[in-house]
């Protein structure tokens, strides 16, 4: 027993050496930290424009505002959401063991939402914007496609754990494939379904936000002009903007979501 202990103890302590050596490594790799002449004066700049935001950007009738902007990228990360809600299902079901019986196929859509999951969201809209031109278009299929990979594997996850004791028992009432599938399946994987379509709707609200910055639509697009002019002021607006935003959406996913556990 005292020898499987020291073995046990020998292990963690190795275990331990490997973990900080990785840490000492990643640590030793990092540039120094070097502060600028003016670095305190930005950020003063900074902070006071942060704390006097330019009120009078929240709406303009003649122009660009930042109702307009905040409106431009809910609704690319709603389209988004929902083109993923909708690919997603089919990837989800043939990527699923217990509903596919081939593993080829269960194989080859495990590794396409794999493959999906590789490429960040400002990748794919940097694509996107190559292929149909910069603007909110472009937001949208990055979002919804990149969002498909997260709710494919999520959903089959799903699925693989549901209860096929009713399946099995509507077959042996001699129900049809279709009847078995919309009504022993369908129903334990739809709250898990809303919750993690949802829960993607979060994600997207705050990528959305940051696509605009490489000119894929919506109120980053407005936020880096800001930037790159240091108008602070509009700059405190917008982030207001989008912390009041996200923070909404957040708030309303979250009561949608719990109705469905």
Do not use: C
Request: aromatic share 10%; hydrophobic share 55%; glycine share 10%.
């Amino acid at each position: 027993m005292t020898q499987r202990n020291n073995i046990v103890y020998i292990r963690r302590f190795f275990i331990g050496l490997v973990i900080l050596a990785i840490y000492v490594w990643a640590f030793a790799g990092l540039p120094a930290i070097e502060l600028k002449e003016t670095s305190m004066e930005i950020v003063s700049a900074i902070m006071a424009g942060l704390f006097s935001p330019d009120w009078a950007y929240v709406y303009d009738p003649g122009g660009e505002d930042l109702l307009r902007g905040l409106l431009d990228t809910v609704a690319i990360a709603v389209l988004g959401t929902f083109i993923a809600g909708i690919l997603s299902i089919p990837f989800a079901f043939m990527a699923s063991n217990n509903i596919t019986k081939s593993k080829t196929l269960v194989g080859t859509n495990k590794f396409i939402l794999s493959f999906i999951r590789v490429f960040p969201d400002i990748v794919l809209a940097l694509l996107f914007i190559k292929a149909v031109g910069p603007g909110a278009f472009a937001g949208v299929l990055a979002l919804g496609i990149g969002a498909v990979g997260m709710l494919g594997k999520l959903i089959s996850e799903s699925i693989e754990n549901v209860d096929l004791s009713a399946r099995e028992a509507l077959i042996a009432t001699g129900a049809n494939p279709v009847k078995t599938f919309m009504f022993a399946v369908v129903p334990q994987v739809l709250p898990n379904y809303f919750s993690f379509v949802m829960y993607r709707l979060e994600v997207n609200m705050r990528a959305a936000s940051v696509l605009g910055v490489i000119g894929a639509g919506g109120i980053g697009t407005p936020l880096i002009f800001a930037l790159s002019v240091r108008d602070w002021e509009r700059v405190g607006i917008i982030l207001l903007g989008i912390i009041v935003m996200v923070t909404l959406v957040d708030l309303l996913s979250g009561k949608i979501r719990g109705r469905f556990t």
